[in-house]
């Protein structure tokens, strides 16, 4: 495949995320949620699975920080590590504790969140951002983090409303989601920007193509998660 035109190139990319088990916002579990028919078990058994991922990425996002030889790229990479560990840059709390939060409002506990041990899906996700993020280089971390970030505003938008309306979840439980809708927005738009910037050859686009398909595919099986619970 030859080296496309950066904005063609994030254009196709956004293109391929429309295709089956990559496109979030059209998941099932969001109507399953505004029909109500999860039930409360499954919805804090897939808050658990998400806690377990989202603890999990800071420590790649840091490799990616580490592995990127551009100051200023660098300088963003930090930022979002600082509001994934941190939540300094929406000034809430890491999203990771934010995520917890949302898990224990449905009803887990501290002991099962300590406990919990990732299911396949959540595994494949995992080793997914240990692989982009960590051994493949920043533009393959770039490219996973694009594949799910910009997705994520509509996506966990959908998820808020349906359950604020259908479980009665209020903003506190919520704020996991709230914070990804505005955050990644912003992040969504700076990577496609550096992707059109620094993804200049055939090799690199193909590398972050991927890794944005898969990463996508891989998140699309995590949120299917509750089906293991009942």
């Not at 496109?23 to 109500?36: F, G």
């Not at 930022?79 to 995520?99: D, I, K, Y």
Request: charged share 20%; aromatic share 8%.
């Amino acid at each position: 495949m030859a080296v496309l035109d950066g904005v063609r190139f994030v254009q196709e990319i956004q293109e391929g995320l429309k295709a089956p088990h990559r496109n979030l916002p059209e998941h099932p579990l969001i109507e399953m949620i505004n029909r109500r028919e999860l039930t409360r078990n499954q919805l804090k058994g897939l808050m658990i699975q998400l806690t377990l991922q989202t603890t999990d990425i800071v420590r790649w996002i840091g490799a990616m920080y580490a592995d990127c030889p551009y100051p200023a790229v660098r300088r963003q990479i930090f930022l979002n590590l600082c509001e994934e560990e941190l939540g300094s840059v929406s000034q809430t709390a890491a999203h990771f504790e934010l995520c917890a939060a949302s898990a224990r409002a449905l009803g887990a506990t501290d002991e099962e969140l300590a406990a919990a041990r990732p299911l396949p899906a959540t595994h494949r996700m995992m080793l997914h951002g240990e692989m982009c993020l960590r051994y493949r280089g920043w533009l393959a971390g770039l490219g996973s983090s694009l594949g799910v970030e910009s997705q994520t505003p509509l996506t966990f938008k959908r998820i808020a409303a349906g359950l604020r309306a259908q479980y009665g979840l209020d903003d506190d439980a919520l704020r996991f989601f709230d914070v990804h809708v505005t955050a990644d927005e912003d992040h969504g738009s700076s990577m496609a920007a550096l992707l059109i910037e620094h993804a200049t050859t055939e090799d690199l686009q193909r590398v972050a193509r991927e890794a944005a398909w898969n990463g996508a595919e891989c998140y699309y099986g995590m949120l299917s998660t509750y089906e293991a619970y009942q």
